[in-house]
């Protein structure tokens, strides 16, 4: 199904249709990897998938053909949920080659648009720059350009001329001449072809060069002595070309997409300090005025509100925070949420399904796990709450433990309102707590206690006087 799409160039308004193929098959050797390049991540993602985000800003899913091959079934089912297809490249014979596998999925679109699959920073914006680009010029090849300080590796522009938008050829770095590696426009990978032209000539690749592949660059020579326009455009952010070849480069990827967020977050009014430290999601979202200290992670669907302060060393991946809420150093949380004016930590971890209530507190070396702790009680420090309903106005005392599991099953417990737990009491569940009961230190509760009542399960103390004095007495004479 074609995709009718119109484009936003200056001076064009007839429609055109337009697929999308993204190169994808790649073993990636210079990874020196078991996994395929293209899952390979940055920014938290799969490259291939931010590759496809971008292109799903241009045209949806179903007009995006992703080539596969190297493990390809592994990379199928990485990005199938994005709803693209796929087409397999059984031999990875080179980016023409790739192209051709397409041939048939793109036969009945007009125009057309190349993308790798290993260079994720390239923005929605850019695609559709491209193809206006490429649109108004009438071209039958448009090549995405960079200007890098460091071209080494990339492909290189010949144009016809300094001014021209007009391009003779692109040489591969490996092909290039002294006077050509000094050539700083690189070829990004990037493509808009007219359907027609590509389809007429994609078969006259050959594979004479170093890696003896077929080379979709080869194709703006050709296309120009067949008498078609190919044409360059500069990106303009140049990053948006890098590659991730080599996990060095994967490094530098990452790099810039986490500063590009942390610079994000601290225009909309985030302080973060030492920004290169934090490692921040792209889907992250932080409220005007919250502190983020070095070294901390928000990952995933994570959201913090206002006015807050992270401290350093935290992990938070897919946590809902409230406004002004304080994590303290060196927490751990998944799948959780904390309401408002709540303090974790330090060393807290929050396992999936915790829910810290309204001003309550969790404090040091306490694990929490499917449960919620309701408003303004706490649990300070050494605790595990595991499988439990806690109240308002709770007060959990040190090393207290819900003993959840039998072996076999997990129980629940439930404390209600305004119970108070002494420290170091193991409650047995399935176990209930009424209202505002007490459970005396060290207490080991295997049966309901009834609201407002005191419960003590621990042996009664005994007290030998004297015994101290007659034991060393007998160490004496025994010495003698
Ligand atoms: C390619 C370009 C180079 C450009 C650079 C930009 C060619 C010959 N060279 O080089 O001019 O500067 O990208 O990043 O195209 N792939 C397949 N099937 C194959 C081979 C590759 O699907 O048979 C995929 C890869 O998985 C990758 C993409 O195509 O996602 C690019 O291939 P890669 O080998 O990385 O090309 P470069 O050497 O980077
Ligand atoms: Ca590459």
Redesign the pocket.
């Known amino acids: 199904m074609a995709n009718k799409q119109t484009s936003s160039a200056p001076g064009h308004s007839s429609e055109t249709s337009l697929a999308v193929v993204?190169?994808?098959?790649?073993?990636?050797t210079r990874l020196k990897s078991k996994h395929?390049?293209?899952l390979h991540e940055a920014g938290g993602k799969p490259?291939?998938a931010h590759v496809i985000a971008a292109a799903q800003r241009t045209v949806s899913g179903r007009d995006i053909y992703v080539?596969?091959?190297?493990e390809a079934e592994r990379v199928r089912e990485a990005v199938s949920a994005t709803g693209v297809n796929f087409i397999v490249?059984h031999?990875?014979?080179?980016?023409?080659?790739?192209v051709m596998m397409a041939r048939d999925a793109i036969a009945g679109y007009d125009q057309v648009i190349v993308l790798?699959?290993?260079?994720p920073r390239i923005s929605g914006q850019t695609i559709q720059k491209l193809l206006d680009f490429h649109v108004t010029k009438k071209a039958a090849m448009t090549i995405l350009t960079s200007v890098l300080p460091d071209p080494a590796?990339?492909?290189?522009i010949i144009r016809k001329s300094a001014k021209s938008s007009d391009v003779k050829a692109?040489v591969?770095?490996k092909a290039a001449t002294k006077a050509q590696q000094k050539v700083r426009e690189?070829?990004?990978?990037?493509y808009a072809f007219s359907v027609k032209p590509l389809l007429k000539h994609i078969s006259h690749l050959g594979t004479k060069?170093v890696?003896g592949?077929?080379?979709?660059?080869?194709l703006a020579k050709i296309l120009t002595k067949a008498g078609g326009r190919v044409v360059a455009v500069e990106a303009n952010d140049p990053y948006e070309?890098?590659?991730g070849?080599t996990r060095a480069e994967l490094a530098d990827i990452d790099r810039r997409m986490r500063m590009a967020k942390c610079e994000e977050l601290m225009a909309g009014g985030v302080t973060i300090f030492y920004p290169e430290t934090c490692v921040i999601d792209a889907g992250v979202q932080v409220g005007p005025d919250t502190v983020i200290e070095p070294f901390v992670q928000l990952l995933g669907a994570t959201s913090v509100g206002e006015n807050c302060r992270v401290r350093s060393y935290s992990v938070i991946r897919n946590t809902l925070i409230g406004d002004e809420v304080s994590i303290l150093p060196g927490c751990v949380m998944d799948d959780s949420q904390i309401h408002a004016q709540a303090t974790v930590g330090p060393y807290s971890r929050l396992r999936p399904g915790s829910e810290i209530g309204e001003g309550a507190r969790v404090g040091n070396f306490v694990e929490t796990k499917k449960m919620r702790l309701g408003k303004g009680s706490k649990a300070n420090h050494l605790t595990y709450l595991g499988d439990a309903e806690i109240g308002d106005g709770v007060n959990i005392g040190a090393g207290t433990i819900t003993c959840n599991y039998d072996g076999v099953h997990k129980h629940k417990t439930v404390i209600e309102d305004g119970v108070f737990v002494g420290s170091d009491s193991t409650l047995v569940a399935p176990i209930k707590l009424g209202k505002g009961a007490y459970i005396a230190a060290a207490s080991c509760i295997t049966n309901e206690v009834p609201a407002g009542s005191l419960a003590l399960g621990r042996a009664r103390q005994i007290v030998k006087e004297g015994w101290a004095r007659a034991k060393q007495a007998s160490h004496a004479e025994f010495k003698k």
């Open positions: 993204i190169m994808a098959a790649g073993k990636g395929p390049k293209v490259l291939l080539v596969i091959g190297h490249q031999e990875q014979r080179g980016t023409g080659h790739a790798s699959g290993d260079a590796g990339y492909g290189r692109i591969e770095h690189i070829n990004s990978g990037f060069n890696h592949e077929m080379y979709l660059t080869d070309a890098l590659g070849n």
